[in-house]
């Protein structure tokens, strides 16, 4: 709203309208902006939640090794998240710009389905929350309208990274003069190659390009449910989903903004992407919401973002990785919430093979080192390390195989 407001000021020759044409300049302020957000609603909040009596009532555990009670935290904390990441990008952002619509839809569509399931736990005290069946119908249906939208959007559009090699000269990447439909994504152990999903359908013949998309929009189905699922497995402990999202929202934000850059996309040999650079703005408030919400959620917790705010989270990330055509690099990116995914389909498949034997003591697998008798504290900065460091891996993957 305030883009708009200023772009029309700009007319009249006011002075510093202008800046807020800039990216750098909206992308900061949407940090900050999430940032003060959180932490100014957050308070507030949770004291209408402890008010309202909006309470933990279902753990494990209900006393951790520090003898700090985890019963009767307030829940449903993923709101505060919520708040603070749409608001500026309200504010802040292009709101015709198509990508900025997908993130802002999926964050909300999610966010209202882990409410639904926070809400049957605390008020109905069901512990199962909302069914499996219906929760898994929501994540398809959120996936299979990003998908669709990417497809059939004649506003989704990139230009591909061709490369030029001149004898006796250092390579040179050129891009198509003109921007359109793409079924290709990168793939970060391959240099200077991008996958197509037409491809893998080449069997298909002349039909192998409706073939690649509907492909493409299973593929997206399957990266949102996963990703999504993955966030809400690694929200176990104080601090832990948040710090991990956060993290892997840099490396995210960072990719999107070097798509969307013509000549780092040219000298890092990827696609470019026009429009993208609104999703910095959205995840500079992604980050800036995270970071104020870990003021109350890092140990001892004061709230928990629920699945209000973990399924949200994972929504979130699955659908920048998509849109800014690096769903395959997010196994790497995203690597914490792969490990806790896996944790849980080996313990089940080896449980179900073995008459009941475990390999890990509990899943998912950060509660097997908190049964190893690791303090909470430790678990949390173990993964949050681990979460640096695949991300780290897969920026220098994707960045080193461009060059």
């Known amino acids: 709203m305030l883009y708009y407001l200023f772009r029309f000021l700009e007319q009249f020759g006011i002075s510093g309208a202008r800046i807020w ?65 749409i608001i500026p990008v309200l504010l802040l ?9 997908l993130m802002i839809i999926t964050t909300l569509w999610l966010g209202f389905l882990g409410g639904m399931d926070d809400y049957i736990k605390i008020f109905h005290r069901n512990k199962e929350g909302l069914k499996g069946k219906y929760k898994i119908v929501g994540q398809i249906g959120i996936g299979l309208i990003v998908g669709l939208v990417l497809w059939s959007s004649p506003d989704v559009k990139s230009n591909e990274n061709l490369v ?8 040179v990447v050129k891009h198509r003069a003109d921007a359109r439909k793409t079924l290709k994504t990168t793939i970060p152990f391959v240099k200077g ?26 593929m997206t189905i399957l990266v949102v449910t996963a990703v999504s699922n993955g966030a809400n497995l690694n929200d176990g402990m104080d601090g832990m ?30 696609m470019y992407i026009p429009g993208s650079q609104e999703l910095v703005v959205f995840m500079c408030a992604f980050i ?21 705010g973990s399924l949200a989270l994972g929504g979130a990330v699955a659908s920048m990785a998509l849109l800014t055509h690096t769903e395959l690099l997010l196994v790497i990116v995203g690597g914490v919430y792969v490990c806790e995914a896996l944790s849980v389909i080996i313990q089940v ?44 891996l897969g920026m220098l993957l ?3 195989w461009g060059l």
């Open 164 to 171: 030029i090699q001149r004898q006796g000269q250092e390579m």
């Open 288 to 308: 800036g919401a995270l970071i104020g919400f870990l003021w109350y959620n890092a140990y001892p917790a004061q709230v928990f973002m629920g699945d209000t």
């Open 349 to 392: 498949t080896y449980f179900r093979h073995t008459g009941g034997k475990r390999i890990f003591r509990m899943t998912p697998v950060h509660h097997h080192f908190e049964l190893g008798g690791w303090k909470e504290t430790k678990v949390v900065a173990v993964f949050t390390l681990a979460s640096v460091v695949f991300c780290a």
């Open 21 to 85: 044409g800039y990216i750098s300049f909206r992308a900061l302020l949407a940090l900050i902006l999430s940032l003060v957000i959180s932490a100014w609603f957050g308070e507030r909040f949770i004291k209408y939640l402890k008010r309202k009596q909006i309470t933990e009532t279902q753990r494990d555990t209900k006393i951790d090794p520090f003898g700090v009670k985890k019963i009767g935290v307030p829940s449903m904390g993923g709101i505060i998240i919520i708040v603070s990441i």
């Open 93 to 101: 952002g292009r709101l015709r710009n198509i990508y900025l619509i």
């Open 193 to 218: 190659h991008n996958l197509d999903y037409s491809n893998l359908m080449s069997f298909c013949g002349k039909y192998k390009t409706a073939a690649g998309w509907i492909l493409f929009v299973i």
């Open 241 to 270: 989903c948040a710090g991990n999202s956060a993290i892997i929202g840099v490396a995210l934000g960072i990719l999107a903004y070097v798509s969307s850059h013509l000549e780092f996309a040219a000298y890092l040999n990827i």
């Open 398 to 400: 994707f960045l080193q």
